[in-house]
Every structure is written in structure tokens, then in C-alpha cells.
């Protein structure tokens, strides 16, 4: 019988020796937490695909945004509920829809907290997809300008970040040049670089009301089987000016988050998206799991797989445990 010499137990003995050899750390300050924004006074209305996630007027999400940074979020990241819908989408860069409003009033009082806003269209078109349809195609360069209006209207009202999730080709270059042409320069890009078209997005659909009303979004989301092509999004997006790219999903996609950090240099983002949440939400709901232990170590992989930020609908609860542990 031979007794073994090296004991990786021995660092495992106690929390403290745990704490010292620790090689990853969550913490509230990495998460981004995203707020889904409604037409509408005094609204906090719980999302049904969304346990625990609200449909907030602007001055509810106000209240919420500062309940974020009180728990030490560094960031909230704006969805809006349009008031009315067109084929091509133009309540999206409408100064008086809820995004820009939202915006506007968390930026005046609570200047500290960064408000990072979704660049799309499929909320705000009639026929849900993300860019400008010719017959039943999404055209790609038509649909540029638009979301260097979107931009615009979102730094105009004090957005910090704008993260362009549509996943057309050349957006970060059309937003970039949009910005920087009405004096936006220091506005920053977060793109969705590696956005892959998944159905993990489904509750975020129902709470967003932005499914496609035909077809799916196979044309401009990328296939999940590729990890050498989200390398070529990525350098892309890069060279077009991103300043954050961006990998979504998180969970079923941990690997592109390790290639995207080995072979940049800039921040990684990952989303922690609708799906993942809503399973986890599920499960717990059945006693199945320990949410709050199955949250913080799917965050803690999150961050050991190599992101910087993890844009979560738990970002509020982890706070709270993190403050707690
Ligand atoms: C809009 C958008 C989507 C998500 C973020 N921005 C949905 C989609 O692309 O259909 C998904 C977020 C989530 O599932 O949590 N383009
Ligand atoms: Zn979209």
C-alpha cells in the first residue's frame, strides 16, 4: 500500500486555508443587472417567464436602479416596451419612449451608476425582427443607419455604453461613426460580438414581446455548432471599434468565453441569459436546487471561464448574498 506524499486535501482543511488558495472571485461590482422598461406611471409588474424580474415604468425603474447600486451593481442595462410598433421600428430612437426617458432620469439622479443600453429594433418593429425587411430578408445595410439613429437617441438622452445586440455586419463601425459625428466620441460600444441564435432567448421574448412574427433569426445570430467563426465576429467587431465584446449565451457557450479571453485583449462580457435564469428559476421553485448556491457557483464559472462581466436578472440576489457570505 503506498501512502500518498502529495495531499491537495491539506488546502482544503479549513475556510481560511480555502480563502488563501482561492483562484476566482465573484463579486457585485462584476455583475450587470438589465431592466426591462414600460410605458406608463408607477408600474412594477412581475414578469410571468421572469420570476423575480419586474416590468418597470420610468420611475419605478429609477427606484430600482438605485437599489442596484446601492448593493454595489456598477451598471443597469435598458430594455424598453414601446408604446407603438412599425415596420420599421422607429419608436426605438423616439426621444419620448421609455428607454430614452429611463435613461435620461437615472443618468440625472444617479449620475455614478453606468447606463448601458440595447441597440436593436425587434422590440420596436411590427414583424419582431431585428433589422429592416425588403420582402421577407432582414436587409442588412439599410438597417446600419437605423441603428446609428437608435444610438444617437440612446447617448442623447446620457447613455454611457450602447451594446448593439442585432448582429448585423459593419454595426459597430455605422454606431461608432454616428456617435462620433454629433460629438458622442466618449460614448462607449458594448457589443454583442459573439451572439449566437438560441433558445435560451425565449422568456426574454415574451418579456420583451420581440419574437420574430415569422422565421427565426438563423440569417444574422450565429449557428451554435461554431467557435471559429465567433473568433472572426469578435476580431470584427474589434477592428469596427468595439471597446467590450460581448459572448451570449453564457452558460451553454463557457468555452467561447475561454478562446474570446485567450485571444483579446479587451473586456468580456458574457449575458447570463433569460433561459438560464428561467431554469434555474424553475428548478428552485420545486425545491430541486439551492438557489442561492446554484446561482453563485454558475456565476463563479462565469467569471473562471474568463468574463469580466456577467449580465444577469440575478445580478439583484447575488448582491444581496455576496454582502451576506
Ligand atoms: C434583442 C435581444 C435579445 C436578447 C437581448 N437582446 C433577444 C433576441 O435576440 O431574440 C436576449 C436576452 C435574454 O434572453 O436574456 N436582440
Ligand atoms: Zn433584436
Partial sequence: MSRPFIRPRRLRRSPTIRNMVRETELNAADLIYPLFVVPGENVQCEIPSLPGSCHLSVDMALEVAREAYGLGIPAVLVFGLPEYKDDQGSSAWDPASPVQKAVRLIKK????????????????TSHGHCGLLRGQNVDNDLTLSLLGRVALSHAEAGADMVAPSDMMDGRVRAIREALDSRGYEQVAIMSYAAKYASAYYGPFREAADSAPQFGDRKTYQMDPANVREALREVALDIEEGADIIMVKPALAYLDVVRQVRD???????VYNVSGEYAMVKAAAANGWVDERQIVLETLLGMKRAGAEMIITYHALDAARWLQES
Fill in 109 to 124: 439622479e444617479i449620475p455614478e451608476l453606468t447606463v448601458i443600453t440595447d441597440v436593436c429594433l425587434c422590440q420596436y
Fill in 263 to 269: 485571444s483579446f485583449d479587451l473586456p468580456v462580457a
